[in-house]
């Protein structure tokens, strides 16, 4: 799978973010997404574009403690190396 550089640190700091997740009923990792961590105006296209080619799913939205934007975002499995938390299948 092709992917474009901001696709590919977008994923990558999602599997280095402290707070990532495993979801176990589907074998995805994934992490809440939310400023100031991720500049969401970008972000929002990122995610929109992984979705179309099926290596993230997205669990939905929220408001976060200070009423910042929250997206959830998991990481097919297909496209991890789960032992060692990094992108395979991906360049």
Not at 30 to 49: A, H, L, Q
Not at 61 to 66: I, L, R
């Amino acid at each position: 799978m092709k992917l474009t550089k901001l696709e590919m640190d977008f994923l990558n700091q999602i599997l280095k973010s402290e707070y990532l997740e495993w979801i176990s009923e589907k074998g995805f990792l994934g992490d809440w997404v939310c400023e100031p961590f991720y500049n969401m105006k970008t972000t929002r296209g990122v995610i929109s574009s992984l979705l179309k080619k099926g290596v993230v799913d997205n669990g939905g939205n929220q408001k976060g403690f200070h009423g910042e934007e929250m997206i959830w975002v998991s990481i097919n499995p297909k496209y991890v190396d789960v032992n060692n938390y990094k992108l395979k299948g991906v360049a």
